[in-house]
């Protein structure tokens, strides 16, 4: 096991009749508060009024900042950092997914310095205080709720960038499975299939192979993934079903799975940011899309560790004895198969992406390859593995 | 799933090296420590001047409060209380076990209170702030590195009663797995049987059965706790037996398996307080008498929850289908041929207890089932449990 530091401060509420306690968080922490959110779904579902409702009541102030797409915009968080200048902010409240927290995250860095946000992301700043954040989380899927990452796309240099910091963490994050009860199928197939991207990066890159208390974690948390998903796509308010997604999803990327691992990589995740954004594809449906074809790839230097996987995952009934290499074709095929099972893309042809946009593609993420230093990662190396995911 | 806060602000830093980071891991919190630890066995493996080396440096001055026993008692926590009012203590360094750390955590909340500490543990006076905590673990085991419990044993009334308060949480844990290189083969077993127990007793008693993250992750520190103690004891410098051992200890009880599960009772831990209040039984061994009875006991209620352990942890070869009667039988079985292989009492008889003892030992854990509201064990059902356990 490699040296490592632990230290997820963020507090959750987890379970039915949560949101409205976002009021005393909120106030306990600040007086003005930005909310960030996407679009009209959280006002369909009554989400919006409960949140207002429990600010107004805990004597919070709030000056809204909707309009957060999914793979979120830097122009439009440079607008949320404007506004929480502009209105004294100290506090943000943000209400949805991975988008939605990523982009808080990058307000209440953005809006206590002069300079431009962006430049946090390019590695010419680095992050020395932020607005304090507490989030009502409405998918399962990035796990940002309890983490200290953001990703962020910059829609004129077509980058989206990602990294963290420890003061990103959320003060508070508020989980209620019921809240995600509205989402519909595609949404909750692609949040599974960040949850398990981000497992089986860590699981994948990591060069310690001593390291079985975090193996196990990972596996169930692949299982987890899976079984939840399918709960929830066969009956969406299955409560059992969004809240074992729901505590999936955090626990996959809140830093305990990669404890002791030493330096990993996300090189999946690398490949797919090209593609939301060049196309503006799904984050998840993106993923499901590379995880094929980069496993495929893998396969070729360590073959044993997608075997090993499988095996404990997807075990084999009764005495059959596979290969290693069958093993881990197998293991591939069933992810695959799984994916395709709950109707997220699994080739560039079903995004409608042509073979000629790969070169492409390849550039977009090598950028993004030498900032998170995967420098195994050459132009040719990824359209190599583009083309496995054709 | 249940509803369910967790917060764990801990921070942890995990790996060889780390002892070093004391000293500025303290300043950056105060000034005078009270330095809290057990026998000649940190001086001897020059842990001690470590951390001597490393406060002093970073300008911390230091009283020493040595001589913690393992069930660690009431008057030396008043006389350490007594030390840090004295000399104005502002924090508490912990270098040891689970008994020095919850030995420091009781004189953190107790010496700034008026009143006698006893109070915490009888349920008359709660906790409102407590002196910063840090630690230097040097034994896998109890979790109290990463959580918010105590148990301390009032010599005089031969109560041993704990209880947690978020306030208890340390602030920062060092966990070097180098450091555990000279824990005896006795106590490195019993240890492992203490983060075997920790988890037991969640699995067993959780009232919520739609709990598969949770399950998984207790499955999985189970199997990592059995198999990185045998490293431990065939090659006690085994830097990864060790490294897991002591992560997998840590993760059994910061909260994590818990969280979601509802209320759960720790019957298991409530006998064997008495055994080590009585006897002064080492808390593990005590536990590895006590498991087997107890589980036996339970299996009259919820066999099918012991089986389903049996059959996710130590899967039955090939086609063989057991009753669930009979995998539960032979769980209980693995276990108890397991602490006799790690050389753990697994009887009354081992550790020289006549049966004549019971309805004393009975009696005195009454007084904990009370106070931790196990109101389903009565005197007549506790005895019944430790008949089992002969």
Redesign the interface.
């Known amino acids: ?18 949101v409205a306690k976002i009021g005393p968080e909120t106030a306990a922490l600040g007086q003005k508060a930005l909310l960030v959110y996407g679009r009209d779904s959280l006002k369909k579902s009554g989400i919006y009024k409960q949140i207002c409702d429990s600010l107004s009541t805990a004597g919070v102030s709030v000056v809204e900042h909707s309009g957060v797409q999914s793979n979120p915009m830097l122009e439009h968080v440079r607008a949320g950092i404007s506004k929480a200048r502009e209105h004294d902010i100290d506090i943000i409240v943000a209400a949805g997914g991975g988008s939605v927290i990523d982009s808080a995250k990058a307000i209440a860095a953005g809006s206590v310095v002069a300079h431009d946000v962006w430049k946090f992301f390019n590695g010419k700043k680095s992050i020395k205080a932020a607005l304090p954040i507490v989030t009502v989380l409405t998918l399962a899927a990035a796990g940002s709720e309890m983490n200290s990452g953001m990703v962020i796309t910059n829609e004129k240099t077509r980058q989206k960038f990602g990294f963290g910091h420890r003061l990103l963490h959320p003060v508070t994050s508020i989980l209620d ?1 019921e809240v995600t009860f509205t989402v519909p199928p595609d949404y909750t197939a692609y949040g599974a299939i960040d949850a398990v991207a981000h497992v089986l990066e860590f699981y994948m890159t990591s060069r310690d192979t ?4 975090q193996c ?2 990972m ?3 692949i ?2 993934s899976m ?2 998903c399918e709960r929830c796509l066969l009956d969406p308010q299955d ?2 079903g969004r ?2 997604l729901m ?2 999803a955090t ?1 996959a990327l809140n830093g ?1 799975t990669g ?2 691992l030493g330096r990993v990589g996300f090189p999946m995740h690398m490949i797919e940011h090209s593609l939301s954004a060049l196309y503006n594809v799904p984050h998840g449906a993106g993923l499901s899309v590379i995880i094929p074809g980069w496993l495929t790839w893998f396969c070729q230097q360590e073959e044993a560790r997608v075997a090993q996987l499988g095996e404990n995952i997807f075990p084999v009934e ?2 059959q004895r596979l290969t290693t290499s069958a093993m881990a074709e197998r293991t591939i095929t069933i992810f695959r198969n799984w994916f395709s099972k709950i109707e997220s893309p699994v080739s560039l042809g079903e995004l409608e992406i042509p073979p000629s946009d790969i070169p492409g593609i390849a550039q977009n993420a090598l950028t993004l390859a030498r900032f998170w230093r995967l420098n195994e990662y050459s132009q040719q190396t990824i359209e190599e593995i583009l083309h496995l995911c054709k």
Chains 1, 2 share one sequence.
Do not use: S
């Open positions: 096991m490699q040296n490592f530091v632990f230290h997820n401060p963020t507090k959750i509420l987890f379970g039915r009749d949560t499975p001593d390291t079985p208390v196990r974690l596996e169930g948390l299982q987890n079984e939840a409560y059992g809240a074992n505590w999936t626990l305990l404890a002791g009764g005495y």
